[in-house]
């Protein structure tokens, strides 16, 4: 539905997903200027932070498309039109992300795998079967992680009642912070969006990989390729967290 309401004004679609993706292309442009000053950043030259800035851009952008729709729970409990989709015979999940679904999130993605190939030209890097492999997953494991990330903060404004911006901390915040390199970043920061938060799972361990560098941990290299495992393992607990939440809400009374 939201689909064909979009696409019944077309140029204002085509006009919105351009600003979509021009206001992404922002963050990309503070990446050409700090590089206009030097010559690496954290060790990594402009090709390789745009490989970075790329897939974590993708995978977010995915996220956002599907599951963006969550950080508008908080006005739903607020106004009292959450409690109707608990009525209707179909998943609560379900309705929020359908709920306002904004087809202009596709500039996101489209500016992302722009990056992402003019990246994968310019780095210097063997393409062999692995790394190949590595970078198709990077985008789908990072944007299910992203997403439970979505759903763990819709979770949690359920009993808060309203707490966007906790969650945007985690989703806008961790996407900008993935589109950096990890050694410009205190250890202890990336220990905990490594073992807490599992952040570095999106790109920074994978693409750290394919780009021929340590990872500042100092991690088996198994663990590069533990992304898809942590996507189905975030999952199942988002899954729990979600239940717990839905059958713990109360409503507001409103």
Do not use: K
């Amino acid at each position: 539905m939201w689909v064909r309401s979009t696409m019944t004004y077309r140029a204002s679609f085509a006009l919105l997903t351009f600003g979509n993706l021009a206001t992404t292309a922002l963050d990309f442009a503070a990446i050409l200027i700090m590089f206009s000053h030097v010559d690496q950043l954290g060790g990594l030259a402009l090709p390789e932070v745009a490989f970075l800035y790329a897939t974590s851009t993708t995978a977010f952008g995915l996220a956002d498309l599907f599951l963006g729709s969550f950080d508008r729970i908080g006005s739903r409990i607020r106004d009292g039109t959450f409690d109707t989709l608990l009525v209707r015979p179909v998943p609560v999940l379900a309705q929020i992300a359908a709920d306002r679904f904004a087809l202009r999130r596709l500039g996101r993605i489209t500016q992302g795998a722009v990056v992402l190939g003019w990246s994968v030209t310019a780095v210097d890097v063997a393409w062999t079967p692995e790394n190949i492999l590595l970078t198709v997953l990077m985008p789908i494991s990072g944007a299910v992680i992203f997403g439970c990330f979505f759903v763990a903060g819709g979770a949690f404004q359920l009993w808060a009642q309203d707490a966007a911006e906790v969650q945007n901390a985690f989703t806008y915040g961790g996407t900008t912070l993935l589109q950096y390199p990890p050694a410009v970043f205190g250890r202890e920061l990336v220990r905990g969006v490594t073992f807490v938060v599992p952040l570095a799972f999106v790109n920074w361990l994978p693409a750290l990989r394919v780009l021929g560098h340590e990872d500042p941990l100092g991690l088996p290299g198994w663990v590069d390729w533990a992304a898809p495992g942590v996507a189905v393992l975030c999952c199942a607990l988002t899954g729990l967290l979600w239940r717990a939440a839905l059958r713990g809400y109360r409503s507001t009374g409103s």
